[in-house]
């Protein structure tokens, strides 16, 4: 095992490849091709002596010898971007944060969050990115988040089937509502009978991946028209804005739906839940800088989707 070769592309490569899951998507975010990629792999797979990544068909996940090898290429690498900082000028923040959401936290609990810690704890940077749950969770096991906002639905099994477990903290559990025009008949009372969402056009996200028909209200006993499909939750709110269909959203996005738009609980089925969770490693343990950030994030949630707060009306 000889590691004094590994060159930093190749451990740039190494955490692309981890956080994104395949080769391919690693490939398109570096800006390299696959085959280079595939290289740089097996140039440090060779220097460590053991297969890092284990090959599966729906992408790659962290051996256990990748997870020894992720956990020290982060320090190094957030070393060397702390030096290019020193060298550039740039000061050197003393905490540091890296925190990743999901689109539905960062339309409302984030920006809370932020300009809070700003008040409080102005010395305390949080750098943070959006991202589905997945990749949310591969970049906590790869090393380069520290803390992440995940989505949880029934049954609420633990995000991933890795070892160790992720360290899970329920910030809110809410019903899904549903996102209606103003001008819709539905609009008209203050909920919403399931039996009357037979045969309605929905805004609805991707088609493919792991956000298939996110925006259909689920168990439904018919066969959904699909009238729009957008990712982003603002899109879709606007498009119900115009009257082009309905779209579920989590009662956290209650306060951020823009004019014309009502959200309203649906009932006459089972409830349907969803959890936001606040997810990180459990070793090494949290630094007072996460723990600062955690408990920010915690009040916000709190005081913003108290289960006592009604939903948005606009």
Known sequence: ?????????????????????????????LGY????VSRQIAAI???????????????????????????RATVVLDEIDTTARELSGLPTEAATVRLGWLPSAGAALLPRVLLALRRSDPDLRVVSREGGTPALVRALRAGSLDLALLASAPPFRPPDTESPPLVLRTLTERPLCLAVPATHPLARGDYVDVADLRGRRWIASSSSGED???GVWPGLDERPEIAH?????LAKLHLVAAGCGLTTVPASLAPAVPP???????RGGPQEQRRLLLARLPHPPPTE????????????????Y?????????
């Open 1 to 29: 095992m000889d590691f004094t070769d590994v060159s930093l592309t190749a451990l740039r490569v190494f955490r692309a490849v981890a956080e994104q899951g395949t080769f391919t998507a690693a490939a398109v975010s």
């Open 33 to 36: 091709t696959q085959s280079a």
């Open 45 to 71: 797979e060779r220097a460590a002596g053991a297969e890092l990544l284990e090959r599966r068909r729906d992408g790659v996940r962290l051996t256990p010898a990748g997870r020894i090898v992720m956990r």
């Open 212 to 214: 298939r028909l996110m």
């Open 229 to 233: 499909t957008a990712r982003d939750w």
């Open 260 to 266: 014309g738009v009502r959200v309203l609980p649906v």
């Open 289 to 304: 800088a996460m723990t600062r950030v955690a408990a920010a994030l915690r009040l916000a949630a709190l005081d913003a």
């Open 306 to 314: 108290s289960p006592s707060s009604p939903p948005a009306e606009k």
